[in-house]
C-alpha cells in the first residue's frame, strides 16, 4: 500500500497562505490505513486550522470532506461542490491523489498536506516496512520473494557485499536500528526452497529505463478497454 506521512502545521499553514475559504479533503483508501489522510486525519487538521485561525483573529472558514479515492475520478465527482465552493483545497492523499484532484478541478488550488514515502507492508499495529519501490522490473521470483533493490542498503542485484556481517548490514536504518541483510535473508529463503544455486547466478545489472527514471510511465490493458 501507499504510504504517507502528514505535512508540519508550519508548512501547511505557508501553503494556505491567506485563503479564506479552506477545504480538507482526505482520501479513505491506502492514507487512511495508514493513519494519515483519511476522513478522520481530515476532520482533525480541519480543527486544528480553525482553532488557528480563532487564536489569530482571522475570519477563515475550514471544511473537511473525504473521497473513497481520491486517485479516480469518479470518487471526486462526489466532493466536487465542496471543491468549487473552497478558495483553496488541502489534499491529504498520496502523490497520486494529489495531482489527480488538481487536474480534475483544474485551476483550482489544490496544496499537498501529506508527503508520500513509499510502497510499504503493515509490520504491526502504526508501523510499515518499505517493500517495492515499483521499479517496473520485478526479479523476485529468482531471489526468494525478497526484493533486493529495496531491502538491499545498495540496492545490489548480487550479493552480499563486504560490508555483511553476522547477517547484518554495515548500515544502520535512520534510528540507528540494525538493519538485516538483505542477500542474508535470501540465502536463508533460497536454501529453505531448495534452490541455493540461484545465489551463483550471475544477474545483469538493473535496468532503471523500466522505472520512473526513464520518464513518466503509462500501462494500457488493451483486453480491458472497452470495445
Known sequence: MITAERKPLDE?????????????????TCVAICLTGGEKEAEILASELRILAEKDGRAVEVEHTAAIRQCEWEYLDMIADKVAAADVVLSMACGIGIQSLAEKFAPKLVMPAVNTNMLGMPQEHAVWLERCVACGECRIGLTGGIC?????????MNGPCGGSHDGLCEVTGPEKEEIECAW????????????????????????????????????????????
Do not use: H, N, Y
Request: proline share 7%; glycine share 8%.
Open 12 to 28: 501547511i499553514l505557508e501553503l494556505v497562505g491567506d485563503k479564506k475559504k479552506i477545504l480538507v479533503a482526505g482520501c479513505d
Open 148 to 156: 533486493p533493490v529495496v531491502r538491499c542498503s545498495k540496492s545490489l
Open 184 to 227: 542474508a535473508l535470501i540465502w536463508e529463503r533460497l536454501k529453505a526452497q531448495g534452490r541455493e544455486e540461484l545465489m551463483f547466478t550471475d544477474r545483469p545489472p538493473k535496468d532503471w529505463s523500466k522505472s520512473s527514471s526513464g520518464g513518466p510511465r503509462k500501462m494500457v490493458r488493451e483486453e480491458a478497454k472497452p470495445v
